[in-house]
């Protein structure tokens, strides 16, 4: 560090229980996405609940302890507000103690911008360089927007988080407190596949050309494909989320970018979700850069990529195409997220493609996750319009071009074979065939 740096570092270094006293009653305040967010202010935060009152939190992934925010005594005092939820805070979203928006994930930064009031901003930060930056690290995505749209801005500097080259930074100058906490950063799980999982990365992994650039979203199946990729030659990445089944590839120099045809011979995305392994190997690692999500997820920008291929995964389809990838009904799963962006800009790149991929039963095979029509209160996060390629284990639907009636009996050819004559029975009940 600079000396003049490490003055001021020193002058804003203080305790979390001091800084979030700059928190009051009726503010809206950042916590940041998934690993980082900022745990040890949460949780001095979390501990004022007695003496705050119509605190409204806005997250994303939240990955850190939430109790002191979902008990009863948490929610006199915050309401969370999650851009996109994780299990620790579903079942409060779903009994209407918290909320969630509905978005496509590259709009969120104009968000901050055009709409949205933000007082005090929480997050986790890299260790400050000798110029005096911070790293964003494993949550790029719109930290920028929301810290340039917040009246004060706490980092939480942790040893851990990742230093990652790209529009990362924040410098000391725009920084109002700091705090410290080297605690291991909270980790995704690396999902265990199953056969259906293994199955399906096959098949996608077949229709993967050499030379193509892949974009895997959030959960086992996009994971399944990254695995399956082995044998593929001169791949990139261009993403919204890094994920442990990259790092295998890139040693394997499977992943390399040299075909790429924007940001040759880099790994592109927004933030990072995944094994304390997958942190280490990102920090200063040259071939990683991570850009806000309104570039990252843009479609015209993610079309720029030849042979671009997108990767998500799904809850429900039916017989048209529409794919309900955040709730079952009304119950809701997850969010939004980037999954609309990639299919279209996937399937706007010359020579792309996208697939997005179900088990065709759930609850133990009691269940066909095809359906004639979406459980009553489903969002439709994927329209039919968007869909190219539905797989399953059982194998691939391709419905661009292709009417009502042929996709229907393309979808039930790729049902579990226990469902196929009841959705044929229900396809002609609804004059779909």
Not at 77 to 82: D, E, H, K, L, P
Not at 252 to 261: E, F, L
Not at 298 to 311: H, R
Request: glycine share 8%.
């Amino acid at each position: 560090m600079k000396s003049r740096h490490a003055d001021e570092y020193q002058r804003k270094l203080t305790t979390a229980e001091e800084a979030v006293k700059v928190v009051k009653s009726g503010d809206w305040v950042e916590l940041g996405f998934g690993a980082g967010m900022a745990p040890k202010l949460m949780s001095a935060l979390a501990n004022r609940k007695d003496e705050l009152k119509d605190v409204n939190l806005r997250d994303t992934l939240w990955l850190c302890p939430a109790d002191g925010y979902v008990s009863p005594e948490g929610q006199k005092a915050f309401t969370i507000n999650s851009w996109f939820m994780t299990a620790r805070i579903r079942e409060v979203v779903n009994k209407g103690i918290a909320t969630t928006y509905p978005e496509y994930f590259h709009e969120i930064p104009g968000y901050y911008t055009k709409y949205l009031e933000n007082d005090v901003m929480m997050v986790s930060v890299s260790p400050m360089d000798e110029h005096g930056y911070f790293s964003f690290g494993t949550g790029v995505t719109y930290h920028r927007a929301a810290a340039d749209k917040s009246k004060k801005v706490i980092v939480e500097v942790n040893e851990h988080q990742p230093y990652i080259n790209g529009d990362t930074f924040i410098h000391i100058s725009q920084v109002d407190l700091i705090v410290e906490n080297h605690n291991p950063l909270p980790a995704i799980p690396v999902p265990t596949l199953t056969p259906e999982d293994k199955i399906i990365g096959q098949t996608v992994s077949d229709l993967i050309e050499d030379g193509s650039t892949i974009q895997l979203g959030i959960g086992a199946m996009p994971n399944a494909v990254g695995y399956a990729l082995a044998n593929k030659k001169d791949l990139g990445i261009h993403t919204e989320m890094f994920v442990d089944s990259m790092i295998d590839l890139m040693e394997a120099g499977v992943i390399n970018g040299r075909k790429k045809s924007i940001h040759r011979e880099r790994v592109i995305g927004t933030f990072a979700g995944g094994s304390h392994k997958l942190y280490q190997y990102l920090d200063r690692n040259p071939m990683f850069e991570s850009y806000p999500v309104s570039y990252t997820n843009d479609p015209t920008v993610i079309a720029k990529n030849s042979k671009m291929v997108a990767i998500n995964a799904t809850a429900e389809v039916d017989l048209g195409g529409q794919c309900a990838s955040e709730s079952v009904g009304v119950r809701m799963l997850s969010g939004t997220g980037g999954q609309m962006d990639f299919c279209r800009g996937a399937y706007k790149s010359e020579g792309g493609k996208s697939f997005i991929c179900l088990h065709s039963t759930a609850k133990k095979g009691t269940i066909s996750k095809i359906v004639p029509t979406l459980t009553p209160g489903a969002v439709v996060t994927t329209p039919r319009t968007e869909v190219q390629y539905i797989v399953t284990e059982y194998g691939v639907a391709m419905l661009k071009g292709k009417s009502l009636r042929e996709r229907a009996n393309a979808l039930i050819n790729i049902a579990h074979p226990d469902f196929r004559g009841e959705l044929r029975e229900q396809a002609r009940t609804l004059k779909i065939v």
